[in-house]
């Protein structure tokens, strides 16, 4: 399994954020990565060695986070008992203070397998085999766990919500720790469950801020109507006695004409009928006077009276439905009520309407237009329905006034009403959802006990493994292999280290050294040593994903060579191999040895080596960061570090972006290009000052105030000797290092414009 991509890494320092939204940076078998100094070489280095699971990450970041990908599509997060944990080995400066002390001369043990362990080694590869599954089962079940508790808490959080949303709290909210106590202290069982008309009524009171307006009793009594229609039945049935005029028993109707006119002829002296011209005798007037006595106009009063009465009081009947208050204003438990009976009141005053009034209304009629006749059974069918037709909006109009009252009583308990409302709709919707409630309960305490026991299975296995290698491992013998080591590398024997009761001394000719060894010494024997565990506890060098950063250190040419050869030899059966360097000379080791499988010759033979490069910027309105981008062309194909730095000279140059993301490090690299330009121009070792005096001699179309801006950056760049300082600050303004780059570039145009020409068309190429 080896590591094709880091597909999350956070808060790394100088390094770049990546996600595994962008794209894959590629690694292979044998991964070679340059970078100058300060552009995170060591902290990408320490991200891998995170990756180890014991390894102490005290100098990465505060919340930093480091994910790989690996060849078998698995990713693998930092932590104890991960994937790679057994596999990754990393060289740093983290490895050799933890491991070598070298003002005490002393050095942490290396175990090797004894020949005798050979049961027990077995049975520790079986058991190391088996951590990682058991690591990720707990990852998985600790990942299940949190899935579940969110369930949870997602279901919590929308069902007080929804609970809030109906209760309408005043001045709170219904969250979910109240929920949660609900659910412990409120019964759920039977009769919590609302139906649909409760629950209706109990929201609606709910939403309501204050309580509503009290309801007026409709101002309504039938006994008068019954007393008036009890009367009109009486006159209905009375015959006036009259002394029988043969004429007005033909013609009744006439009757009550007959008395106004002769009321009228006696009242005005009138001796003829003012209709016929007839004359009028005393006997005449006699006869009609005797006929339409006083009985009579009695009568006639009464019903015209009693029908007066009537009507206002139809109208009553009528303006009843009208002064019922709406049926909005009535609270929402009694309106249903409400409505019947409103309904009914207004049906059964219809019907007394239709039944009773009109039709009474009507024999009063034909009664006054016939006081003498008796009215046909026809005319007095309505008497049988007055009972009961007033007897039933007496009824419904006594259930309006019950119900007004039943509101009245409901808004004077208004809180105390809501609150139980808002208890009720609780408990409804909890008794819904207790099943889901309870459901979520139970997933977490299954996925509390599968974390339980992965835990307890790791934790087992873990035990166990380092039970076996205490009983397996012999650290005695693996000094003898590290010396050898150390007698290779540096060519003499003086040095080697001697086994102790809890690790190693370094001695010099037999004994313990006294003081530290010399920075070149150091370096052999922190590789070597580090090259000792690769294979240790039973390991095997072809399983191991080994990092290397900056091997070199303090060495001179030879020394440099051979610790390069040593790296790429004893690593060369390594899984996967990771160097990070700032040194270009052993960039250029091990990019010749790589170089044939970056690119093999044969186009069917898909590469197994990545040249990279850590590309640090200083994008507008950021800070510096630096990314691991493939390695360019120019330092790729190259030994030296020139044609690259004119490339970012040329292209500073060209830029009128203030902004531009490599300005930060301009002056280093005008002035190392400088540097490399005169050399090969003016051999020899006079100073920078001679140098140009001698071109200004050689070319007079130098430019004095170019030449200015040239010497300014010799005086304030005289520390960068070598490429390592290309990451630090410069003094320089960008406006003289602008200056400066078109100084020099016009500086070289002059002098060895063939030269400038090669290299433009080289950097063309590269672009």
């Not at 540096?490 to 010099?508: C, D, F, P, T």
Request: charged share 25%.
């Amino acid at each position: 399994m080896l590591i094709e991509h880091i597909c999350k890494l956070r808060k790394a320092a100088i390094l770049a954020e990546l996600s595994a939204k962008q794209p894959s940076i590629g690694f292979k078998r044998y991964n070679l990565i340059y970078g100058f100094n300060g552009s995170g070489k060591s902290t990408l280095s320490r991200c891998f060695a995170a990756m180890q699971g014991d390894q102490e990450t005290g100098r990465l970041p505060t919340g930093w986070e480091f994910e790989v990908l690996t060849s078998d599509g698995a990713t693998v997060r930092i932590g104890a008992g991960n994937a790679l944990s057994r596999q990754v080995a990393v060289f740093n400066d983290n490895f050799i203070n933890e491991n070598l002390q070298w003002s005490s001369g002393k050095a942490r043990p290396v175990f090797y397998i004894g020949k005798e362990q050979a049961e027990v080694a077995a049975e520790l590869k079986k058991t190391e085999a088996a951590i990682p599954a058991a690591a990720e089962r707990k990852v998985a079940a600790e990942r299940m766990m949190r899935s579940e508790e969110q369930a949870l808490t997602t279901f919590k959080r929308e069902q007080a919500r929804l609970i809030s949303r109906d209760i309408r709290l005043a001045n709170r909210k219904y969250e979910a720790p109240q929920l949660t106590a609900d659910f412990a202290t409120l019964d759920l069982g039977t009769g919590a469950t609302l139906d649909e008309k409760a629950l209706s009524a109990h929201k609606e009171l709910c939403r309501l801020e204050e309580a509503m307006a009290q309801l007026s009793k409709p101002a309504f009594d039938s006994k008068e109507a019954k007393q008036t229609l009890d009367t009109i039945v009486g006159l209905l049935q009375q015959t006036p006695a009259l002394t029988v005029i043969a004429e007005l028993q033909k013609h009744p109707e006439m009757l009550l004409w007959v008395k106004e006119g002769s009321k009228y002829h006696a009242d005005h002296g009138l001796a003829d009928c003012l209709l016929c011209g007839g004359s009028l005798s005393d006997a005449r007037k006699e006869m009609l006077a005797q006929s339409l006595d006083e009985g009579f106009d009695t009568l006639i009063d009464q019903l015209s009276e009693a029908r007066s009465t009537l009507a206002l009081q139809k109208d009553q009947y009528l303006k009843l439905p009208l002064s019922l208050a709406a049926s909005k204003d009535v609270t929402a438990d009694w309106r249903e009520r409400y409505n019947e009976a409103s309904a009914r009141v207004n049906e059964t005053v219809r019907d007394a309407v239709v039944n009773v009034f009109e039709p009474a209304l009507a024999a009063i009629d034909a009664k006054l237009a016939r006081p003498t006749t008796r009215l046909p059974a026809s005319a007095l069918g309505w008497i049988d329905a007055v009972a009961e037709s007033l007897a039933l909006v007496q009824s419904w109009a006594q259930v309006i006034d019950i119900t007004a009252q039943r509101h009245n009583e409901s808004c004077d308990k208004f809180a105390d009403r809501q609150e139980a409302a808002r208890i009720a709709l609780r408990r409804h919707y909890l008794a819904e959802k207790q099943g889901g409630y309870k459901a979520a309960g139970d997933a977490i305490d299954i996925a509390n006990k599968a974390v339980d026991d992965a835990t307890s299975e790791l934790t087992g296995l873990n035990a166990t493994a380092t039970d076996l290698r205490t009983r397996m491992k012999e650290h005695g013998q693996a000094a003898a292999k590290i010396n050898r080591l150390i007698e290779a590398y540096l060519g003499h024997n003086e040095l080697s280290i001697v086994s102790v009761e809890n690790g190693y001394e370094i001695h010099r000719r037999g004994k313990p050294i006294a003081g530290s060894p010399s920075e070149g010494e150091k370096t052999a024997i922190a590789l070597c040593y580090f090259l000792s565990t690769l294979e240790a506890e039973g390991r095997t060098i072809k399983d191991r994903i080994v990092v290397v950063d900056d091997p070199i250190s303090s060495l001179d040419s030879k020394a440099l060579n051979y610790a390069c050869s040593l790296l790429l030899s004893r690593l060369g059966d390594a899984a996967q191999v990771f160097v990070l360097t700032h040194n270009q000379n052993c960039m250029n080791e091990f990019k010749k040895a790589w170089s044939k499988f970056h690119r093999p010759r044969n186009p069917a033979t898909q590469p197994t080596a990545s040249l990279l490069f850590l590309d640090v910027k200083v994008p507008k309105g950021g800070i510096r960061s630096s990314t691991l981008v493939e390695m360019s062309r120019l330092l790729r194909e190259y030994d030296s570090e020139y044609h690259y730095l004119v490339d970012h000279v040329l292209s500073f140059d060209a830029s009128d972006d203030r902004d531009y993301e490599y300005a930060y490090m301009m002056p280093n690299v005008l002035r190392r290009v400088l540097d490399v330009f005169l050399a090969f121009r003016c051999p020899g070792s006079a100073g920078f000052a001679s140098k140009m005096e001698q071109l200004r001699r050689e070319h007079s179309a130098l430019d004095a105030d170019r030449v200015a801006a040239l010497e300014r950056l010799a005086q304030l760049e005289s520390h960068s000797d070598n490429i390592d300082d290309l990451i630090g600050f410069s003094a320089m303004t960008l406006e003289e290092s602008k200056a400066a780059a078109a100084a020099l570039v016009a500086l070289m145009e002059i002098v060895d414009p063939n030269h400038l020409e090669g290299l433009r068309r080289l950097c063309r190429k590269t672009g």
